[in-house]
């Protein structure tokens, strides 16, 4: 299991959006051209970002803006806008175990407490990481 790629880049467009909003138009190809994705993925992404209150997108010549402080957006709310899990599970079950083998009868009984507990940690550490982390990272690198 791995989370995609779109998280990443997620965080990498807030983090264009917020270093260049006042020198450039932040259009899909402009973030395409700092992330080497295509504007058709960053487009799809930008989506999903609008769809979930974390970017305003004017079309034409408006050009994509943060909607929140970064200090109010954490990598969990991102993580969420952007990841495709069923139910708000992370981990996914394999659907038919076999009723009659002692395992497979009790692999459910046996793992979802434990797998529910590494969620609730990810999701923890995502809840407390924020834009803003990002941002005074990004200030000294630069």
Do not use: W
Not at 28 to 53: H, Y
Not at 64 to 90: H, R
Not at 92 to 120: A, S, T, Y
């Amino acid at each position: 299991m791995q989370i995609s790629s779109r998280f990443t880049l997620a965080v990498h467009i807030f983090a264009c959006i917020d270093t260049f909003k006042d020198e450039y138009k932040i259009t899909s190809d402009f973030l395409a051209s700092s992330t080497n994705v295509n504007p058709v993925i960053i487009r799809k992404i930008l989506g999903q970002l609008k769809a979930a209150g974390l970017l305003d997108i004017k079309r034409g010549s408006g050009g994509a803006s943060i909607t929140k402080p970064l200090d109010k957006i954490s990598f969990l709310d991102i993580y969420y806008a952007v990841e495709c899990i069923d139910n708000g599970e992370l981990f996914h079950f394999h659907e038919n175990p076999n009723m009659e083998c002692p395992i497979g009868r009790n692999i459910h009984l046996i793992m979802d407490d434990k797998l529910n507990r590494v969620q609730g940690a990810m999701e923890k550490e995502l809840a407390s990481i924020t834009l803003q982390d990002i941002k005074k990272d990004i200030k000294n690198m630069l």
